[in-house]
């Protein structure tokens, strides 16, 4: 680092030497280690992509069934018996198949948390009043 004027002026990651050290992950995943790593703690967290990606399969499954449902009541109340596969059946079906797989993924990412090693980070913030200036001075420090 180079200090020009109280300014530190940072060189790009493409000039760092091959063998320099990387920066530590602030996450590891529970399962690439056997306990946590010092600076670390466990947490559990809940898998999101599960959770969204079911939710949202459960929740157009669902529309896709109750059009097909509504499809199906107007043909028959406007209409005298079809036959089969002209009142809606495609969405009923399809939906059905769509919330089959949904409720899967959203009960297992909301059952089963994973395990994760955050780094512990500490922020501190001090704050004291100038009796000359008559303003508030600040500084936030965050310890890594």
């Known amino acids: ?3 020009t004027l109280g300014l530190a002026v940072a060189s790009p990651a ?3 030497e091959p063998g320099a050290q990387r920066k530590q992950r602030d996450l590891i995943g529970g399962e690439e280690t056997r306990g946590a790593p010092p600076g670390f703690h466990a ?3 809940p898998r999101y992509g599960l959770i969204i ?3 949202a399969t459960v929740g157009v499954g669902g529309l896709m069934v109750l ?3 509504r499809q199906r009541a107007e043909l028959a109340a406007n209409t005298t018996p079809q036959a089969p596969g002209s009142g809606g059946e495609f969405f009923i079906l399809f939906g059905g198949a769509a919330m089959v797989v949904g409720v899967p993924l959203l009960a297992y990412g909301l059952l089963s948390p994973r395990d994760v090693y955050v780094r512990d980070s500490v922020a501190t913030l001090s704050l004291g009043i100038s009796a000359t ?3 508030a001075l600040g500084r936030m ?3 890594f």
């Open 1 to 3: 680092m180079v200090a």
């Open 14 to 16: 493409w000039a760092k």
């Open 43 to 45: 947490e559990q967290r």
């Open 53 to 55: 990606g079911g939710a």
């Open 67 to 69: 059009t097909g449902l």
């Open 133 to 135: 200036r008559g303003g």
């Open 141 to 143: 420090a965050f310890a």
